[in-house]
């Protein structure tokens, strides 16, 4: 299952929020209520009701006893609830003729002072009761006489076996409304907070990636005064330190491998005069290895370290491969088996591809051993660059940690065959100067295959 995203989290809470308070109002308005708490809900329906009883009234102004029964059906069978009329004492005067319940018979004689009214008014508000598993309305109204002058108290009851799903009595549209309102201005409050957070939050996520990738050149808005804003501050501090610290180590490394090259070179001619003079052959032979030694790592040092404060964006374009590789191939002596087609041609810098491809001959003819395999081939939009070897391999825990500096498998650290930790480093700078990426994983039946791919 996919997890939610933060604003979506926000917006169930938004509604969670908004559920909850209308949960709490409600259970404080049926406390405060108490039996009127149904009579409230069904506000929204009293004006109808009353338009209704005074439209009965009309109706039954001048109409015989024997023609009540007819009116009140017809008004029963046009909204769905049965209608009864009662005088004050409480005796049936038209509709179906039942017991009532006892809560309902001790309203209707409950004596309840009418104001003066005209011909047509009504009393009091309609009152609601719950009893025998039905709904009661009454409404206090005065009945016309015969002559349309006297008036009679009575007492329209309508009965329900429900309330909030018979519509007569309950209309959802203004509830509604009200909950779609309250959503809405609950989004509004929100949106611009929402919108804000994980907008700054997605920023922060990116430019932290970017920090994870090795880019310290990351600087977030910080214009905000909350705690968001002082994080930014922070990931800004934090980018910041970091760049002067690898600048300045990457600067460290280069100066000392440049520094180094000077001396070395004296070495080197102190051992072809002190070879010449006739000094012990093993010794000077030893002493040779090891100044050419550290002679290889210097060259490396200087060349990982150009590499690494070369990040700016070089000027890319199409590039013959199988060009670079032969001339590599040449360079470093590698007798490889090359298929890459005439013409096929990536993206890229090519004096940047030619050193990366080296590099990647140079570790194969060093460590893979065997035959050297070069394929090339286009990929979709991109192009794809294999070098293959049929060497022992590296463990699966390695395959990531050897293009990171300094690193080197315990077989790769005798002097025979020497190596720094630095090769296949430079050859994922250099890749991705060009806008490619490399990646390493074991061949079947043995050896190490390096992919690079490009544009």
């Known amino acids: 299952m996919r997890p939610l995203s933060l604003r979506a989290k926000f917006a169930l809470l938004a509604l969670l929020n908004v559920s909850l308070l209308g949960v709490v109002f409600l259970l404080f308005a049926r ?17 109808k009701i009353v338009a209704v009883s005074r439209q009965l009234s009309l109706d039954l102004a001048g109409v015989e006893e024997g023609q009540r029964d007819f009116v009140l059906g017809r008004y029963a069978a046009a909204y ?4 009864r009329l009662y005088d004050s004492e409480g005796a049936r005067l038209a509709g179906p003729d039942s017991t009532l319940p006892p809560e309902v018979a001790g309203r209707l004689v409950r004596p309840v002072a009418l104001p003066p009214r005209v011909l047509t008014g009504l009393g009091p508000p309609p009152f609601l009761i719950e009893a025998g598993g039905m709904y009661w309305t009454g409404v206090r109204m005065a009945l016309p006489g015969a002559d349309l002058r006297s008036t009679t108290r009575v007492t329209l009851l309508l009965v329900s076996p429900t309330l909030f799903s018979n519509p007569f009595f309950f209309e959802w549209e203004p509830w509604l409304a009200i909950l779609l309102t309250a959503v809405v ?11 804000g957070l994980t907008r700054d939050i997605r920023k922060m996520t990116v430019a932290t990636a970017a920090v994870a990738d090795g880019h310290f050149d990351v600087q977030l808005d910080t214009k905000r005064s909350d705690e968001l804003g002082r994080l930014g501050g922070s990931i800004n501090q934090m980018t910041g330190r970091l760049r002067d610290y690898v600048n300045g180590q990457k600067r460290f490394l280069g100066d000392v491998a440049h520094e180094l090259r000077s001396p070395l070179g004296r070495m080197q001619v102190a051992l072809g005069i002190l070879e ?17 030694l550290l002679s290889g790592l210097t060259t490396e040092l200087l ?18 491969l199988r060009k670079v590789v032969e001339h590599a191939a040449q360079v470093e002596g590698a007798s490889a088996a090359i ?30 051993g065997g035959e050297i395999l070069v394929t090339g081939r286009r990929e979709g939009d991109g192009v794809i660059l294999v070098v293959a070897d049929r060497g022992p391999g590296v ?41 490619g990426r490399v990646v390493a994983r074991n061949r079947a039946g043995g050896g190490l295959e390096l992919t690079v791919t490009l544009r």
């Open 395 to 435: 463990p699966e825990e390695a395959l990531e940690k050897i293009f990171s500096p300094f690193f080197r498998l315990d077989s790769a650290r005798d002097r025979k065959k020497g190596g720094t930790g630095l090769g296949l480093a430079i050859v994922r700078n250099y890749v991705e100067m060009c806008g």
């Open 80 to 83: 769905g609830v049965e209608f």
């Open 339 to 368: 298929d890459i087609a005439e013409g096929l041609t990536a993206m890229g810098e090519e004096h940047l591809l030619f050193r990366a491809v080296s590099n990647l001959l140079r570790n194969a003819v060093r460590y893979g």
């Open 276 to 292: 010449k003079k006739g000094a012990e052959p093993e010794y000077v032979r030893d002493l040779q290895e090891d100044v050419e």
């Open 303 to 320: 060349t990982f370290a150009r590499s690494e404060l070369k990040r700016e964006p070089v000027t890319l374009g199409p590039v013959d």
């Open 185 to 195: 201005v609950t989004g509004l409050c929100w949106f611009p907070l929402v919108r």
């Open 31 to 47: 406390h405060q209520l108490g039996q009127e708490f149904q009579s409230f809900l069904m506000s929204t329906a009293r004006e």
